[in-house]
């Protein structure tokens, strides 16, 4: 039984191999050789640019003609104005009227809705940002120092030329009265003369302290006598 379910199994797997081989050889048969060549390729690429042009340029003409049936759509046809008398014209003039307040009314509301999706856009931006842990490095303006440092001098010799130097100089009296002096000298306050006078005493009497005083036991004399 082992041996009949082998070669089974083998019979199958012969005849799959036939046929993938006889399949391959078709294959190989039937595919041209050599079909893209670089002229063709060359070729074919210019059709394919030829066509997406052409594509884009359709797009563009049916986008043209979408802008003009709206722009006809929302201001209307041009009237006119050749036959018309007073009357028509002035119910022409409160048509527009009518017709610019409605296109302001919805302009504003538009701008209106628009600041306000704006704003909650960017405050769901924030919050996603804080929530991840980021940063976002505002846009700085490159400033050249060159710049930088022509407007430093500029302020600063703005400022120099407004500043006021002679008025920060303390004044200075340039005639001296000798007579003041004399005047200032012989109007002394009265507790200066009682110093003075302390101070003359507490002189003299040291002077009679020293000149009292009396000599050592031990004299030059003594000394020089007790040497020999």
């Known amino acids: 039984m082992a ?10 797997e012969r005849k799959k191999a036939e046929i993938r081989k006889r399949l391959e ?16 390729k060359k070729r074919l690429r210019q059709l394919l640019r030829r066509k997406a042009a052409d594509e884009v ?12 049936r709206i722009i006809i ?29 409605k296109l302001n009314e919805d302009k504003w509301d538009l701008e209106l809705i628009t600041c306000i999706k704006e704003y909650e856009i960017s405050d769901l931006q924030s919050r996603v940002n804080d929530m991840r842990g980021k940063f976002i490095i505002p846009p700085l303006k490159k400033v050249s120092k060159y ?12 400022k120099l030329a407004k500043m006021d130097l002679k008025g920060g100089l303390k004044p200075v009296k340039k005639e001296i009265d000798l007579g003041e002096k004399e005047a200032k000298k012989e109007n002394k306050p009265e507790w200066d003369e009682k110093a003075r006078k ?28 007790l040497r020999v």
């Open 25 to 40: 050889a078709q294959m190989k048969s039937t595919k041209k050789k050599g079909f893209m060549t670089p002229e063709r």
């Open 73 to 101: 759509e929302r201001t209307g046809k041009p009237k006119s104005t050749a036959d018309a008398n007073e009357a028509s014209l002035m119910a022409m003039c409160k048509e527009y009227y009518n017709r610019i307040y």
């Open 198 to 225: 302390k101070q003359e005493i507490r002189e003299r009497l040291e002077a009679e302290m020293k000149s009292t005083k009396k000599k050592g036991f031990m004299t030059p004399e003594r000394k020089k006598k």
């Open 147 to 158: 710049q930088t440092q022509l407007e430093k001098m500029r302020q600063w010799t703005y």
């Open 3 to 12: 041996d009949d379910a082998r070669a089974k199994f083998e019979d199958k």
């Open 57 to 68: 340029k359709r797009q563009q003409e049916l986008k043209e003609k979408e802008r003009q």
